[in-house]
Nanobody, 125 residues
Framework: QVQLVESGGGLVRPGGSLRLSCAASVSALDYWAIGWFRQAPGKEREGLSCISNNDGTTYYADSVKGRFTISRDNAKNIVYLQMSGLKPEDTALYYC??????????????????WGQGTQVTVSS
């Protein structure tokens, strides 16, 4: 069973920054992709950014490209999401997830197998 624990959420003013962390109980060798997703009340879960183990490529949704950066510490089995230029519309519950097998649409949440419990990000003045 894969366990994922997110942390780092909180309340931040518009234009501010946060760094989210996701501690995984498995190493990068054990999954095909790891990524960050979010879900706001009444909205669909949205894929934000992912890393493919196939070739280490990172992927970003258009909504966060240029503002969010995904990175990974393989020694600690932690994946980060550095968020800057935060906007009120970024307010959501943020999740990390892993896909154990090859995925076709890497930002599609339905492709992922294991999920953390989420960490809340609220952007408000």
């Amino acid at each position: 069973q894969v366990q994922l624990v997110e942390s780092g959420g909180g309340l931040v003013r518009p234009g501010g920054s946060l760094r989210l962390s996701c501690a995984a109980s498995v190493s990068a060798l054990d999954y095909w992709a790891i990524g960050w997703f979010r879900q706001a009340p009444g909205k669909e879960r949205e894929g934000l950014s992912c890393i493919s183990n196939n070739d280490g490529t990172t992927y970003y949704a258009d909504s966060v490209k240029g503002r969010f950066t995904i990175s990974r510490d393989n020694a600690k089995n932690i994946v980060y999401l550095q968020m800057s230029g935060l906007k009120p519309e970024d307010t959501a519950l943020y999740y990390c997830a892993v896909a154990m097998d090859t995925v076709v649409d890497i930002l599609n949440h339905e492709e992922y197998d294991y999920w953390g419990q989420g960490t809340q990000v609220t952007v408000s003045s």
